[in-house]
């Protein structure tokens, strides 16, 4: 962290970008608005982008930084010599677009991130295991540098912290992050408002979602392996984006017997995400990584290019003869 | 706080019971066993019961203190002098029988709480409604009287304060109570076992009681109210106990439209227990109050002697027409 400062003080002025995954979560949010609202503070005027919309359960962050969608910026936008900002992204395809095809003059990149699957893509890494959230990296360096965070930014880095935390019940969370949270208090994060619109905001159509893959639950190895889909048409018919859907591998997850938590998610026909989520002996990583995905030891992903009951096929036998060889112990 | 603490000091060595109330949650097993824990520390020799057996899901928190059952107590056990800690009971009978029934010899009540709706049964009666749990008072007073926290007595009381607090997503969550947590992590509180235990235990049969729930689920005013039951069938088909059942109301909760969220439960056939949860408008500890129940403002319970239907019937007309009448406005 103190490279990081470092390399933040000694930045030269120049126009900064600040980039996050696709199918943007609570962190990489988070994380997006709070850093550019570190960057202000230290005099940029950064322009914050993601490939996809603002899920509207995090559009209450968007108060005086805008994310702006990949497809609604103007062509003098795209051609400055931009010092990229990475936000929360293991691989840099992980953002959902070819950096050089949009940005032609971009000069470089600067990878924050806290997955311990990070491949060191960007000319600085700062990459930080030991954090629980992109957005606790966030906040460290913004009270480091400036000593205080303004309430927006409060709110944002609250927001990244908690969902990516499981509200601080995670193994991730350490002592600090609880104390970091304290802080935001503080800080004045509006905690109301993250609760309201993030946890209380759930349409009808999302407790349908959560009622189909109750019923599709199912189990593997005397109920070791808990995994549950959701198909095309219940996303369809019940209107549920990627940001609805991120927290419904909790369900699984929370069967007492259940090691391995698996949500099969059928965005389009031909391609199935898949979101892994292991308690205390398996490493979801090394899992997801035998799949070309990655992640955390308790959490990670991977997709599968196969109509939905083939990749469950594939992904459960591929998964159970795995675990039997101890291919992905801790 | 203070005149608690010096009254503590002050307290000279005698018998002395720890009793929570019936139907014990998260805070009732977490403050009556850290309290049995700070108690040990101040010298006494603390007998900790319960009118109700431990919920399983709470029962890693009994190690060096259990939580004795109260049929269980033996005749000597009952004819001490005690001084008797009431625990998070916002009224006396919440402890589910007459203390002078089984304790003939009993000396006084020390009534500890932090629901506003305290009638102060007490002959001292500490009752903090800021505080978010029953479990931050004893947390607290553990700092303030013995300056560290046993690691045992640290993961009860997380273990009250996170299931009191929603993970400190409510609003009754300040950054004095995440100050604790952070101070408890330090403590080596064991979050990994509490969220092993408590949040990732569910059977079977739980997995069924939500969906039953999700099943049952519906709205009045606009899904301004948000309400749904368990029927004693599924209680019993499930083999679901008041710990399990106890947080299924944050899912009518969850729903974006809802102010009010009300879940019946059926655990007999003649009494239908009734929780309440609101999210800022309306004041929950009023409106159960209105059905000679208590509680706080955003989360209440209220007991009907009718059958489901009918006590459904009753308590939705009534919690509709006292809405109209803005009768529990904050």
Redesign the interface.
Known sequence: MKEFKKYLKKLKKQPVLVVSHESPDGDAIGSSIGMGFLLKELGFEPLVINKDLVPEKYSFLENNIKIKKLDDLNQNEKLEKYLVFVMDSGKLDRIGFVLEDIFPKYVGIINIDHHISNDFFGIKNFVYPKMAATSEIVGSLFLDLIGYIPSEAATAIYTGV?TDT??????S???AT??L???L??MNAD??S???FV??????GQ?AG??AI??N?DYLMDGYIAYTYLNYEDILANNLTAGDIENYVD?P????T?EVAILFKEFTKDEIRISIRT??KIDANKMAAGFGGGGHKRAAGFRIKKPLNEAIKFALNKIVEGLKNNEWNN
Do not use: C, D, P, Q
């Open positions: 908690m499981g509200n601080l019940t995670y193994e969370t350490t002592s609880v104390a949270v304290s802080i208090h503080e905690f109301n993250m609760r309201k946890y209380e905001n759930e349409s009808i407790i959560v009622r109750l019923n639950l369900y997850r929370k069967v007492s259940s308690k205390s």
